[in-house]
């Protein structure tokens, strides 16, 4: 199993419906972060969670929720999808202290 | 927030080493540098860290500028498998948050 596994892989929905993507790990870090890709572009910060209890927004929160459900879930929702969330949708974890991330592959999410 | 600025681009012949360069000039103290790479359709894949030392491991080396305000990423001899794009990212040392620029495309010559 890969440590972080993202789902659906590929989704399109239509404007105004909400939709969650689902993220869990196997590695049992405390620490999960959802960022968001566009095309040519680096990753930008949603939210992210140092435990079960602490939700934080990160750089563009506007228009996204997320639940940690358990230690090793993290979802991130869309309340009313809209066409410029368009985009691909990455789940990283990471231990305490200063390492890396590990990310998973990624949600292609289309808005129509 | 902690900024990076890298090219948009470079291109290396295969088997040659590869400098890729980062400036982060308003990098705090407690800030560490981290290096990953993408390749299409993957997620980000770490590559190295550091604070203030020059690092290597088995992927690339880190070389730090003594006032830290600059870094370079180097792949001592390139694959084409190391064509990918390099983001140079500053983990805060107060919040523990990456903040990504746009990256440099590699891209690596036969």
């Known amino acids: 199993d890969a440590d972080v596994t993202q789902t659906p892989r590929n989704r399109i929905t239509k404007t105004g419906k909400r939709i969650m993507l689902e993220c869990s790990q196997t590695k049992g870090h405390d620490r999960m972060y959802w960022y968001r890709q566009d095309p040519g572009l680096g990753l930008r910060l949603i939210y992210y969670s140092f435990d079960v209890k602490d939700i934080n927004k990160g750089e563009i929160s506007d228009g996204y929720s997320v639940s940690r459900q358990a230690q090793a879930k993290f979802s991130l929702s869309l309340e009313s999808a809209i066409p410029n969330q368009t985009a691909l949708y990455f789940c990283?974890?990471?231990?305490?202290?200063?390492?890396?991330?590990?990310f998973g592959s990624g949600t292609r999410l289309t808005v129509v | 927030d902690a900024k990076t600025t890298q090219p948009n681009s470079m291109e290396s012949n295969e088997e040659e080493p590869v400098h890729l360069p980062c400036n982060h000039s308003t990098i705090s103290g407690t800030d560490y540098i981290h290096w990953y790479r993408q390749l299409p359709s993957q997620g980000p894949e770490y590559v190295i860290h550091g604070l203030t030392s020059n690092v290597n491991n088995r992927m690339a080396s880190l070389a730090i500028a003594e006032d830290r305000k600059s870094s370079t990423l180097i792949l001592h001899r390139a694959t084409l498998r190391d064509a990918a794009v390099y983001y140079c990212i500053l983990r805060e040392g107060a919040t523990n948050k990456f903040y990504f620029g746009s990256g440099t495309k590699l891209n690596v010559k036969p």
């Open positions: 990283a974890i990471s231990g305490q202290g200063f390492g890396g991330y590990t």
